[in-house]
């Protein structure tokens, strides 16, 4: 196991807080933050646009860390494009993929609004959606997604690890149906990635979206996007920096992943990801997973204990634990946990309406781990709970 005090010095706002909110966002490594600092006091210039010196830096930096990002996961660097979050990656492909009137689709309750949205708005070109129902623990039966499959059926989207729940999906199940059947997959690693060992190869899904600033604990502003066949997708946004050539007739775009990115990109923010990226590897994605996942059991199992208290989600989770206390407003018990103890929750509906409805509440507090917390603060986690259960 790596050594978790070392590795909390790279975190300097973890002296002040116990930060469980990782779901939404992580805290950068000062490595990274470093990273991004040299760029603005060493080599500040645009991507792709120069030869002068400086130009030629930046340029190189940013491609290095597509290769470093792409290396993480055993993906093709052509077919890894950089976004600003999970958002614009899922909004790219419901937006450039060529639908159909008639078409179908397949989403599932449990998700994120960012992977239900831009789904949703298709139902305006006459783009058909099935939505499925996990069951109370928020897991997706990949034979419910197989039976919703119908003749023009087109994309199943679907996430690794629910965000309300912390269920984790078969998504080499639901890849293979989609295989067996003729549909493309789309799955959203934005609770996974860096969290768990992803292999794009081995899982082969059409596209894979995650954005930067969580389990990869690079910073806000950045994401990532795998396409399978980047040829089966129009980009998004137009402009500079992804042209081959122009007329006043036509123009002609640079192959993947140039076409994806028009503009200037968040150059500082993609080079921060991938240090970020590099510090994930060296402490191991195999250990985080396991130290996190550790913490989520004993956190669900020990609150589950206490009287008055009700937890959500399988026993077999990843690093999230939601969870309401009797007769109390989940916004309420965030607050009391962050003013008497200084923890940070999130609480909602954590930007997944239907997945909280499935529940039949107005919203949980959600306690989500990463590789820097600590058996300790769980502890101050679950005895904070417990004195809020005395207050009822």
């Not at 990002?69 to 976004?83: G, I, L």
């Not at 690890?161 to 549909?183: M, P, R, T």
Request: proline share 4%.
């Amino acid at each position: 196991m790596y050594d978790i005090p070392t590795v909390r010095e790279d975190f300097p706002v973890l002296k002040d807080v116990i930060y469980l909110d990782n779901a939404a966002t992580t805290q950068t490594p000062s490595q990274a933050v470093s990273a991004m600092l040299d760029y603005f006091s060493k080599y500040a210039a645009n991507h792709g646009r120069g030869a002068h010196r400086l130009a030629r830096q930046s340029t190189d930096h940013y491609e290095d860390a597509r290769e470093k990002v792409a290396a993480f996961f055993n993906m093709d660097v052509e077919k890894t494009v950089f976004t600003k979050n999970a958002t614009e990656s899922i909004n790219l492909v419901s937006r450039g993929f060529s639908w159909k009137k008639s078409d179908h689709l397949i989403v599932t309750v449990v998700e994120h609004h960012s992977n239900l949205l831009p789904w949703m708005r298709l139902k305006e070109n006459g783009v058909e959606i099935t939505f499925i129902t996990p069951d109370l623990q928020g897991v997706v039966d990949p034979d419910d997604i197989k039976t919703a499959i119908k003749e023009h059926t087109r994309l199943i989207a679907v996430n690794h690890v629910s965000n309300v729940f912390g269920s984790i999906q078969d998504i080499a199940g639901i890849i293979s149906i989609g295989k067996q059947n003729g549909v493309k997959v789309l799955i959203d690693g934005s609770q996974s990635a860096g969290n768990m060992l992803i292999d794009i190869k081995s899982l082969d899904p059409d596209f894979f979206v995650c954005p930067g600033h969580k389990g990869l604990l690079g910073p806000q502003g950045t994401g990532v996007l795998y396409i399978k066949e980047p040829e089966s997708v129009e980009p998004l946004i137009l402009g500079g920096g992804m042209v081959n050539s122009v007329t006043i007739d036509t123009f002609k775009t640079e192959p993947s992943p140039a076409k994806f990115e028009a503009g200037t990109p968040n150059i500082p923010g993609v080079i921060g990801l991938g240090r970020a990226v590099e510090y994930v590897e060296e402490l191991g994605v195999d250990l985080i997973e396991k130290h996190e996942i550790g913490l989520a059991k004993e956190t669900a199992l020990r609150l589950g204990e206490l009287e008055g208290v009700e937890v959500y989600g399988p026993q077999n989770r990843a690093a999230v634990v939601s969870f309401n206390v009797d007769g109390m407003n989940a916004h309420d018990v965030a607050m009391i946990l962050d003013q008497t103890r200084n923890i940070c929750v999130r609480s909602g509906y954590h930007c997944a309406m239907p997945g909280i409805d499935h529940l039949g509440v107005k919203g949980t507090v959600r306690a989500s781990f990463a590789l820097y917390n600590t058996e300790e603060e769980v502890e101050s986690l679950i005895k904070t709970v417990s004195d809020i259960t005395s207050l009822v």
